[in-house]
């Protein structure tokens, strides 16, 4: 496609729910990035994938959090066991390649009860 | 790691009045800036950057950010503002590592 992808728009979840957040990036975009953004903050980095490999995972914020890309191109974030402060909006980018600009997805806005 | 500091959190602005936005960070090294913006119910999306070369770049509808290493800096400019400009600014640094950090943003409100 055109841009970047991210499904679903909007997500209410109940507290201890587990859900799943889809990325489909640019095509032939190495670069993957994940960001979480809460209201008023800026994008917070999350993690990183270069093609399937996750090369960096610093930034998730608990075990709760685990990222995959298993073919290199669709990105999946899951979380478990939600909690209300996992409420933000999560951001999907991606890119041709190391330090290069970053090109963004509408995000996945997660609102959890 | 690096990190980025937006001075202005919300700025108001008649149409037509220069606008310069403030963006330090900190990071010895060399490093690609960005500024992104995010227009009302939009995505972010690049209005410029600056990888090397002439510090003076520019972007897209008229902005120019200008890159001091002196100062650690990435101020955004532009001389006359629109009623379309309001939307939230976010100055972003990369250190070639993939680990972007992002600012806090600021938000630009131009009064018609």
């Known amino acids: 496609g055109a841009g970047v992808s991210q499904s679903p728009r909007y997500k209410v979840a109940k507290r201890g729910q587990d859900v799943a957040l889809r990325c489909d990036p640019i095509?032939?975009?190495?670069?993957l990035f994940w960001y979480q953004q809460a209201l008023g903050q800026g994008p917070e980095f999350l993690t990183y994938?270069?093609?399937?490999?996750?090369?960096?995972k610093s930034g998730l914020p608990s075990d709760r959090f685990f990222a995959e890309r298993p073919e290199g191109s669709v990105s999946t974030l899951k979380i478990q066991r939600t909690q209300q402060e996992d409420s933000a909006v999560y951001l999907c980018?991606?890119?041709?390649?190391?330090?290069?600009?970053?090109?963004f997805g509408p995000g996945t806005r997660l609102l959890v009860l | 790691a690096q990190s980025v500091s937006q001075h202005n959190h919300h700025v108001i602005l008649s149409e037509a009045a220069s606008l310069e936005l403030g963006c330090n960070y900190s990071?010895?090294?060399?490093?690609?800036l960005f500024w992104y913006v995010q227009y009302p119910g939009q995505h972010l999306q690049l209005l410029l950057k600056?990888?090397?070369?002439?510090?003076l770049v520019k972007g897209i509808k008229g902005f120019e950010a200008e890159f001091i290493k002196s100062k650690f800096s990435f101020n955004l400019r532009k001389p006359s503002v629109q009623w379309s400009d309001t939307a939230e600014y976010f100055c972003?640094?990369?250190?070639?590592?993939?680990?972007?950090?992002f600012g806090a943003g600021t938000r630009l409100t131009v009064k018609p």
């Open positions: 994938f270069q093609n399937e490999a996750q090369l960096d």
């Open positions: 095509s032939g975009h190495v670069s």
């Open positions: 980018a991606c890119g041709p390649g190391v330090g290069e600009t970053q090109y």
């Open positions: 990071y010895g090294g060399t490093v690609n």
């Open positions: 972003a640094v990369n250190a070639y590592n993939n680990d972007m950090r």
């Open positions: 600056y990888f090397s070369g002439d510090p």
